[in-house]
Antibody, heavy 124, light 107 residues
Framework: QVTLKESGPGILQPSQTLSLTCTFS??????????VGWIRQPSGKGLEWLAN???????YYNPSLKNRLTISKDTSNNQAFLKITNVDTADTATYYC????????????????WGQGTLVTVSS | DIQMTQSPSVLSASVGDRVTLNCKAS??????LNWYQQKLGEAPKLLIY???NLQTGIPSRFSGSGSGTDFTLTISSLQPEDFATYFC?????????FGSGTKLEIK
């Protein structure tokens, strides 16, 4: 059974760095084809993909956030992390982590399993 | 970036109706189009992956079709639990992008 759970600071001030943790079970980020992505959603709005990290440590970022994102993983503890520097009120959103996978029989399948999300509010 | 355009943005329908939701990509995304359902306060749930593959546990009244740039999600007979927002998502190329959603509401 695949599960993911996000954790974060809840609230932080503008210009600070947001650190998010995704703790998962039911798969390993050291297994071929496995990946974890981060997606966010401002209240009442759409979904925005932020970053992905793969089993081989390959990383992809949304260029719209330029150099503010850093994704990493701790394979031993089944965790993935996302840092966003210099946050602003526009970064207020629910942040989700999700598993993405490349399956031998079907190829890439997109985000099949999602965490419940963690609400992050940026406010002075 | 590939832009994903969903239509309509709001769809009013009744229980038992057959409905079709549309998603258009700004360029060819091959088969790499997923559909997600999201209810208020919940995470998105994968319904269909790679255009027409039903995710495990999803009722067969959901189906997907299309190729290249034009895709559809069809619900053959709406059930009360189907009233939600639906997002399409392309994972053919980076950056990955979502459509802005179709809100399916009760008529």
């Amino acid at each position: 059974q695949v599960t993911l759970k996000e954790s974060g600071p809840g609230i932080l001030q503008p210009s600070q760095t947001l650190s998010l943790t995704c703790t998962f079970s039911g798969f390993s980020l050291s297994t071929y084809g496995m990946g974890v992505g981060w997606i966010r959603q401002p209240s009442g709005k759409g979904l925005e993909w932020l970053a992905n990290i793969w089993w081989d440590d390959d990383k992809y970022y949304n260029p719209s956030l330029k150099n503010r994102l850093t994704i990493s993983k701790d394979t031993s503890n089944n965790q993935a992390f996302l840092k966003i520097t210099n946050v602003d009120t526009a970064d207020t959103a629910t942040y989700y982590c999700a598993r993405i996978a490349i399956v031998v029989t079907t190829g890439a399948t997109g985000f099949a399993y999602w965490g419940q999300g963690t609400l992050v509010t940026v406010s002075s | 970036d590939i832009q994903m355009t969903q239509s309509p943005s709001v769809l009013s329908a009744s229980v038992g109706d057959r409905v079709t939701l549309n998603c258009k990509a700004s360029q060819n995304i091959n088969k790499y189009l997923n559909w997600y359902q999201q209810k208020l306060g919940e995470a998105p749930k994968l319904l269909i992956y790679n255009t027409n593959n039903l995710q495990t546990g999803i009722p067969s009244r959901f189906s997907g079709s299309g190729s290249g740039t034009d895709f559809t999600l069809t619900i053959s007979s709406l059930q009360p639990e189907d009233f939600a927002t639906y997002f399409c998502f392309q994972h053919n190329s980076w950056p990955l992008t979502f459509g802005s959603g179709t809100k399916l509401e009760i008529k």
